[in-house]
């Protein structure tokens, strides 16, 4: 039987979720919630047939819907996610978790409490190329990991409806954003060494609010000497991602660039010097890509559903949340913030 969809927030990435529910082995789009008469429209004309409301609660009464899929602005996660658990659903949450610990921890309990399963869209991990530098870590190929760093250079937000990227009450801010999956890719790739000990960072901030920082440079500090170095420039131009990981034996480095940051047409590599070897090696990718790897998302969401797993866990993603809110206060205090372990 079909795992049949409900999806929660039609805007542009809502839309992409959508499409990839559609697409899905094993998965039916049953219904969509959306925030405005305008975007129902556009939910109604791309997808004939399948209800549309304009309150998500209507969504989660309905009795044809099995899980569901939430894509709204990051202060609404916590009150839709719990919703939806406490309605029976199984749920895809879109990241962050919650731009609050209090928020996380609301969801965590709500998911224990019901009984339902939550995970996390933290889709990076499901990469060709970003999850093949796990790989390269965890099967030793690297030696003893050292350092990493991740840049990110793009063009600025969009607004998002309404505006709400540009709010920080809405967004809780553009660390959380965006740089939560490159935290969450980070605590991933070192997680056989603990957790971060100490967050700094800096940061030019909009109108003098540093959650709202056009520029960040972080550094994390992990046990036995070991860091990770995060950069970000939302004044720039295209979408550009790097990452480099170094240990004691070898060291990879991956870049993607695209004109979008949604674009299917973009170029990218992935180099590794595995221990042992002289020279660096091409790995062979597919493909790469935000869009391509939320649908793989969605493919392998409804095995995990069915199987009663979370793909990316609500601990997991709370360690990253936990990150970006130490990073934030780093900001504004102007020194290292030790983070507690979670």
């Avoid at 131009?237 to 790097?242: A, I, N, P, R, S």
């Amino acid at each position: 039987m079909s795992l049949r969809f409900g999806l929660i927030g039609y805007g542009l990435w809502g839309r992409h979720h959508a499409r990839a529910i559609a697409q899905a082995p094993g998965a039916t789009l049953a219904a969509i919630a959306c925030r405005t008469p305008e975007t129902a429209a556009a939910a109604t004309r791309d997808f004939p047939g399948v209800p549309v409301h304009l309150d998500y609660r209507a969504l989660l009464a309905r009795g044809d819907v099995d899980a569901v899929d939430v894509v709204v602005p990051n202060a609404l996660h916590a009150e839709v996610g719990v919703a939806a658990l406490e309605a029976g659903k199984d749920v895809l949450l879109e990241k962050p978790l919650a731009p609050t610990l209090e928020g996380c921890d609301r969801l965590i309990a709500a998911a224990r409490r019901t009984g339902r399963i939550l995970t996390v869209g933290h889709e990076l991990r499901l990469s060709h190329q970003w999850g093949a530098i796990k790989t390269l870590i965890d099967t030793g190929d690297l030696g003893d990991v050292t350092s990493a760093v991740m840049t990110l250079f793009r063009f600025p937000y969009r607004a998002g409806s309404g505006g709400w990227r540009y709010e920080a009450g809405q967004i809780g801010s553009w660390i959380l954003e965006e740089l939560v999956h490159h935290f969450d890719l980070l605590l991933w790739y070192f997680v056989r060494y603990g957790g971060p000990i100490g967050v700094s960072a800096v940061g030019h901030g909009r109108r003098g609010d540093p959650a709202m920082s056009d520029g960040v440079a972080c550094t994390l500090r992990f046990p036995g000497g070991r860091y990770a170095v995060v950069t970000l420039s939302l004044t720039g131009f295209e979408y550009h991602l790097t990452a480099e990981v170094v240990g004691t034996e070898g060291a990879v480095r991956g870049w993607w660039s695209g004109g979008l940051d949604r674009t299917r047409e973009a170029a990218f590599e992935l180099k590794v010097r595995r221990a042992g070897a002289a020279a660096p090696e091409t790995i062979p990718l597919a493909s790469s890509g935000e869009l391509f790897e939320l649908e793989e998302q969605l493919r392998r969401v409804v095995p995990a559903f069915r199987e009663r797993r979370a793909i990316v866990s609500a601990e997991e993603a709370r360690r990253a949340v936990a990150v970006c809110l130490a990073a934030e206060q780093s900001m504004r205090d102007g020194r290292e913030v030790p983070v507690a372990p979670c």
